[in-house]
């Protein structure tokens, strides 16, 4: 199952694609069911109501026709959603940068250590969230000036991991 958020016409919903190619969007109290027709064609079910939707993709915008209608659709996959989320976690207070989690995770190493200095770009720690690693990189160049976390912790959205000068 992969998760995805589509933006369409300023409304976000929440798609949800399982293994066997079906998908579900997902809306407040009831569900719209796509299925796959053919290559960039899809049926989209809401009871016994059901619309045909013709999709030109293009990197992350989609061009939706359905109804005589032309849409453009963002989407963004959970996983690239999250690293948005992890590149704009870093904040900067005067000289000071804090590194915070963006979400719930697990510390899985750290690749930097206290007094070193980095370039931005470079990866700071790896978290475990989902199943999945994210390496959280420092966005400026800076020193170490303290690690607030060692691998195996648990650290909750907005925690203090790493700060840097």
């Not at 190619?21 to 407040?28: L, N, V």
């Not at 870093?90 to 250590?113: F, N, Q, Y």
């Amino acid at each position: 199952m992969i998760s995805y958020t589509v933006n369409i016409a300023g409304t976000t919903r929440t798609v949800v694609v399982e293994n066997d190619g079906t998908a579900e969007i997902r809306e407040s109290g009831s569900s719209l069911h796509v299925r796959r027709l053919s290559r960039g064609e899809f049926s989209v079910t809401s009871g016994n109501n059901a619309i045909r939707v013709v999709a030109f993709p293009a990197k992350n915008v989609i061009e939706v026709l359905t109804g005589g209608q032309s849409l453009t659709a963002t989407v963004e996959s959970e996983q690239t959603r999250l690293l948005r989320q992890l590149q704009g976690s870093s904040h900067r207070t005067g000289l000071r940068k804090e590194i915070v989690a963006p979400m719930p995770a697990l510390v899985v190493r750290l690749e930097v250590e206290t007094g070193q200095n980095v370039k931005g770009g470079q990866g700071l720690l790896v978290l475990e969230a989902m199943k999945m690693e994210n390496e959280i990189k420092a966005h400026h160049d800076g020193r170490v000036k303290e690690i607030l976390v060692r691998p195996g912790k648990i650290v909750e959205k907005g925690e203090l991991l790493i700060l840097l000068e």
